[in-house]
């Protein structure tokens, strides 16, 4: 610098983060101007820094990493070297296009700065990248003096404070980095190349690269093996004795006053009796005989003894404070948030200087933490902030210290208040409120009372806890089936030793054992931290990629499956007997770059050590790689026997379907049985064919029913055609039966599905899957796509279709709709912004658009609403009444008019005369009193 003074050059990891510390560091001061990236940008200003009362300070930010590690040009081209090459292959970082610019930024500042002030996230990552700038910038000013900053939010007091207390960067925990990126480098490129050129002739399209990762094959290993666990299931029925009984009122007045302070400190309402459920000692058995005699001695002595009531303090622990793996698991399970978008959306809030960095294994709080500072932030919020001003008041507890620290960033916790928030960002942030309101809280506090029960010398008990004292449970409450849930039945204390009464239920029930439930993204997530694959930063990332791969993927109810391929590969190393999908292996290899991080181990030794053990596994796995083909044939038999001619053309299928050699051209899964068709589908081996239901629309062949116990006692209805491999979800509650009409969309037939309440209702099997595209804009499919929400014109049963332009907006288009109770009514499309409705009368049992019909009773053509076919319930109407016709809704038809109350046409019509009554019709009065056409 000319005059003298230092200039500082501070490089952040992200555009945001260096917007951030310019404003801290230089406020209104702060000019901005462009960098050679159009994303980078630069501030200037000048700050006191160091003891330094006037220095030029330069911000400007990276985007992530501006190296990358890859072999050198020789060694890059797939079919330059054997994939045993790659484990010994010479690799250098250079910076991709991408980071070029960002590249020249960085060295055309460093040439005219003494300090580099490195503002890259707290973590073994952010020192990675710290150590890039470092060797960029260096390469152009070698005497450049290198300070790293530490902080662990972007509030602008901490960031003020990082200024005071620079350190140098750890050149370990990037040593660490860089050994993992060689390491996952050389490894992956080398079993990926093997198993796309061993695999790939044999999967044909079905494929193109087969990637291998040393930390996806463990996750992948995580999924399968409990799909193997579940589908070798095998479900038996069982038997149990349930009992019930509801306490007196009697008792209840004898509880006492202290017995009415106990129930209103649990929240629960007093002289309300709850039924209670008492659960047999035995639990359950296996044999039904057994079971039928111990319950008869039951029916003939069901007196209910009291044998013995005691009592114990419990305590409920309020959450340790939230670490990343804890923060995944939690928006898993609450909000079924995929681990990858919740740490998007958790460092959207941390750029935005809501939250702390989100990436952090420390479960307890830093000694000199400012507890009160952080809550005051809470008090303008709208749902949480009076619960952070009862805890200011007096109700503060410090909270509970764990055991792990990564020496790098407290706990995650909210720094600002969100309250303007919506959506996935407020569900994030107020996880992460919540639990550290709840950190901040008292434990919960409750009396647990255990009753053990006597019937026919039969052993039944029933407990409860009664809650004193909720603590932090009034900020996140436990699971509903907890029996911290306030909602649950109380057991009524007032049961006393010796006390005997009758049961309300006493029946014996039958059940059906089910399998290990699949893994939902929070139970693979805590496998995968339990076993160390992964880091709390990557373990989102890993979970993605097996399903970017097309390894595995999350069905409906947002459990993990493996798809054939992640199968077939999974299961040929399995019988290599090597452990390549287990997770001992990458957990040795993590504990040894933890070492290296720490300083304890060489990252040259450790490297050799980690290569040579995975080289020996590539020199196994290709011996074997026999097992590796069988796998494959044996999920993939089209792939497994395409052969070609001597001319090298492969063998044509003729056009009757007939080729050269019939064993060869079978069909592509004629090897497959049907449970295993099945069973890929997710249909255990349990299920069941109930019955045939309807035909199928592309063979014509009958389907079956097949009815499967879910891991949560819930009953899961599949239609199958074994013939096509098809397997189309029906609803699980109510009963189906097949129709008579046949879909004119895709020539299934329609079954008719009725609900538990007796509602009636048609959907078609394949268009349910499937839905067809709307004809017009102005409606829509549902997922649950049912019959009477179809928009086709020649499809009987759809509902949906436009009958005629909305009369009071003028924009809509009215239809034919259902309530959730059932009962019909025209409305508009744009509901909510237009209400124009009409209810049908109750006699009409099924309505549909005949858009294409003209009025009959040739009055209506200006409201174009005449065109709804009609069926009526022959029970509700007089003897004689045509039963299934066309009916006019514009006012002229005098039969609907005498069924519809003259209030709905006064909402439904814009009023052009007296409040009430409908538009005028040609040749007939308003009420309906005119000739009948």
């Known amino acids: 610098v ?77 079919n330059s070297c054997s994939p045993l090459a790659l484990f010994e292959a010479s690799v250098e970082k250079c910076p991709p296009a991408s980071s070029v610019d960002i590249v020249k930024t960085l060295q055309e500042q460093a040439e005219r700065c003494q300090w580099l002030v490195l503002w890259l996230d707290c973590d073994r990552e952010g020192e990675n990248i710290a150590m890039e700038v470092v060797d960029v910038c260096r390469k152009v000013n070698s005497s450049i003096e290198i300070y790293r900053a530490h902080f662990s939010s972007l509030v602008h007091k901490e960031l003020i404070d990082a200024c005071e207390n620079f350190t140098a960067p750890d050149q370990h925990a990037a040593d660490a980095v860089d050994a993992r990126q060689e390491i996952d480098l050389r490894i992956g490129a080398a079993f990926t190349r093997f198993q796309t050129f061993r695999l790939q002739p044999k999967l044909g399209e079905l494929s193109s690269v087969l990637s291998y990762g040393p930390c996806q094959f463990p996750t992948l290993g995580f999924v399968v093996e409990k799909y193997w666990q579940n589908t070798a299931f095998t479900s038996e029925p069982f038997w149990t004795i349930h009992v019930s009984f509801t306490p007196s009122s009697k008792n209840d007045e004898e509880g006492g006053e202290e017995e009415e302070e106990e129930h209103d400190a649990s929240g629960e309402e007093s002289g309300v009796a709850e039924s209670v459920e008492l659960q047999w000692e035995r639990g359950k058995l296996f044999d039904r005989l057994t079971c039928l005699s111990i319950y008869e001695r039951c029916v003939h002595n069901p007196e209910i003894s009291v044998v013995h009531v005691n009592s114990h303090q419990k305590t409920e622990q309020k959450p340790l404070p939230l670490t990343t793996v804890e923060l995944q698991k939690q928006m898993a ?3 079924d948030m995929p681990a990858v978008h919740t740490m998007q959306v958790a460092e959207q809030l941390y750029q935005h200087g809501l939250l702390s960095y989100p990436r952090t294994e420390t479960n307890r709080f830093p000694r000199l933490f400012d507890f009160m ?42 720094t600002k208040c969100g309250d303007s928030l919506d959506g996935d960002e407020r569900k994030v942030y107020e996880c ?79 059940g059906v054992t089910s399998g290990p439930r699949l893994l939902a993204e929070a139970d693979l997530i805590t496998q995968m931290d339990s076993h160390g694959i992964g880091t709390d930063a990557t373990i989102a990332t890993h979970i993605q990629t097996i399903q970017s791969r097309g390894y595995a993927e999350r069905n409906c109810d947002n459990v993990f499956t493996p798809t054939t391929l992640g199968l077939a590969l999974v299961e040929g190393y399995r019988a290599m007997d090597l452990e390549l999908s287990q997770p001992k292996l990458r957990a040795e290899m993590e504990k040894e770059i933890m070492l290296i991080s720490t300083g304890s181990v060489d990252k040259s030794t450790a490297i050799a050590d980690i290569l040579r053990r995975y080289r020996r596994l590539f020199l196994q796995v290709v011996a074997q790689a026999q097992k590796l083909d069988e796998s494959v044939a044996r999920h993939f038999p089209r792939g497994s026997q395409r052969q070609q001619h001597p001319t090298g053309e492969k063998d044509a299928v003729q ?26 589908a997710g249909i255990p081996p349990s299920a069941t064919d109930k019955q045939e239901l309807g035909k199928c629309g592309k063979c014509k062949q009958p389907m079956v029913l097949v009815t499967s116990q ?89 509902r949906s279709l436009p009958i005629g332009a909305c009369p009071r907006c003028k924009d809509g288009s009215i239809s034919v709709r259902a309530s959730k109770s059932g009962s019909l009514f025209l409305g508009c499309s744009r509901y909510p912004a237009c209400s124009c409705t009409l209810g049908l009368p109750s006699c009409v049992a099924h309505a549909r658009a005949m858009p294409n019909a003209p009025c009959l009773h040739g009055g209506c053509r200006q409201h174009n609403l005449c065109r709804v076919f009609v069926t009526l319930n022959r029970r509700q109407v007089p003897p004689g009444t045509l039963l299934a016709r066309v009916a006019c809704f514009g006012g002229c038809d005098a039969e609907m008019n005498d069924w519809l109350l003259p209030r709905s046409f006064a909402n439904f019509w814009v009023p052009t005369g007296a409040i009430g009554v409908p538009p005028r019709c040609a040749n007939n009065t308003p009420n309906g009193s005119g000739q009948d056409h």
């Open 2 to 78: 000319g005059d003298g003074r230092v200039r500082a050059l501070h490089v952040a990891e992200k555009p945001s983060v260096a917007a951030e510390i310019a404003a801290a560091l230089g406020g209104r001061g702060c000019t901005r101007k462009p960098g050679h990236s159009p994303y980078n940008c630069i501030f200037e200003f000048q700050a006191a820094l160091r003891g330094n009362a006037c220095v030029d300070n330069v911000v400007t930010s990276v985007s992530g990493h501006i190296m990358a590690l890859d072999f050198t040009e020789q060694y890059r081209r797939w």
């Open 710 to 798: 879910q891991q949560n006692s819930t009953v899961r209805r599949t239609l199958v055609c074994d013939n096509c491999c098809l397997f189309l979800p029906l609803p699980n509650k109510g009963s189906l039966a097949a129709s008579t009409v046949t879909c004119p969309l895709c020539n299934f037939q329609v079954v008719t599905a009725t609900s538990e309440q007796g509602k009636s209702y048609s959907l078609c099997p394949w268009c349910r899957s499937s839905p067809p595209p709307p004809p017009t804009s102005d409606f829509g499919c549902s997922s649950n796509f049912v019959c009477f929400t179809c928009n086709a014109v020649n499809c009987p049963l759809s």
């Open 333 to 335: 399970k609450e909000h």
């Open 655 to 680: 056009p009757d379907g007939q080729g050269n050699d019939s064993e060869e051209e079978q069909p592509h899964d004629a090897h497959i049985t049907k449970r295993e068709r099945r069973g890929a």
């Open 432 to 510: 992460v409120v919540r639990n550290f309101l709840a950190c901040c809280s008292h434990d919960a506090l409750g009396e647990e009372i255990h009753v053990q029960l006597d019937i026919a010398g039969e052993a039944f008990h029933c407990s409860t806890v009664v809650v004193k004292q909720r603590g932090f449970l009034d900020v996140m409450a436990r699971r509903s089936d907890s029996v911290w849930d306030c909602k649950r039945a109380l057991l009524p204390r007032q049961l006393r030793e010796g006390e005997k009464f009758l049961p309300n239920v006493l029946e014996m029930r039958e």
């Open 373 to 414: 500072a952080a809550l005051k932030a809470q008090k303008p919020d709208s749902s949480l902030g009076q619960y952070a001003d009862t805890l200011l008041e007096g109700n503060f507890e410090q909270p509970r210290g764990g055991t792990a620290d990564d020496h790098a960033h407290p706990p995650i916790h909210p």
